[in-house]
């Protein structure tokens, strides 16, 4: 199993920047690859951006040039660099791990409130 622990949403203003953490602990030699999504009231879930094991990376069209994804494998954690942002990235982010076995598993999920 693998436990998720994300970090660093709050409040900001358009144009701002957040800086999100997902730190991993459990089985984390079995994860293929980290994600992290985001609902919007309303809304389904959606991928924002994904990191491999091998460190590949792909994002959703709406997030590309403004979000980053990456990793320090030292600390086990995930980040989401987040810029520019806009008030349609307001949602709750959620870390997701794809476990080489296709299972996955969730954190709790923080809240990205972008608003003047």
């Known amino acids: 199993q693998v436990q998720l622990v994300e970090s660093g949403g709050g409040l900001v203003q358009p144009g701002g920047s957040l800086r999100l953490s997902c730190a991993a602990s459990?089985?984390?030699?079995?994860?293929?690859?980290t994600g992290w999504y985001r609902q919007a009231p309303g809304k389904q879930r959606e991928l924002v951006a994904r990191?491999?094991?091998?460190?590949?990376?792909n994002y959703a069209e709406s997030v590309k040039g403004r979000f980053t994804i990456s990793r320090d494998n030292a600390k086990n954690t995930v980040y989401l660099q987040m810029d520019s942002l806009k008030p349609e990235d307001t949602a709750v982010y959620y870390c997701?791990?794809?476990?080489?076995?296709?299972?996955?598993?969730w954190g709790q999920g923080t809240q990205v409130t972008v608003s003047s």
């Open positions: 997701n791990a794809l476990m080489r076995t296709g299972n996955g598993y």
């Open positions: 459990g089985s984390i030699f079995d994860i293929y690859a």
């Open positions: 990191i491999s094991r091998g460190g590949s990376t």
